[in-house]
């Protein structure tokens, strides 16, 4: 699991990084930070799509509200990773 997770991060990075955001950093550090900033972003909003998950199935009960906590969250998540990579991940930085 961790590796399966560890992988699709990186293949999301790339992806993202080359064909939705079209971004080329200037330097190895530049690298270096746009891989930590889209990492740590990208944990947070996985901690968004496991609280509405959890909190859905916690709150109602049912199998049936864990899996619509899920698509909320994931929705949330992923426009929330998408608004945050945009304005200050794949940003041109000075120095």
Known sequence: MLVGTVVGLAVKYVLDRRYIFRYRAKSFSGT???????????VATT????????GF?????TEAARYAGA????????????Q???RYTFVE???
Do not use: N, P, Q
């Open 32 to 42: 270096v930070r746009t891989l930590v900033m889209y990492t740590l972003f990208s």
């Open 47 to 54: 901690l968004v799509f496991w609280g509405f998950e959890f």
């Open 57 to 61: 199935h916690w709150f109602f009960g």
């Open 71 to 82: 698509v909320i969250g994931l929705a949330i998540g992923y426009a929330a990773k998408y």
């Open 84 to 86: 945050l990579d945009r």
């Open 93 to 95: 930085r000075e120095g």
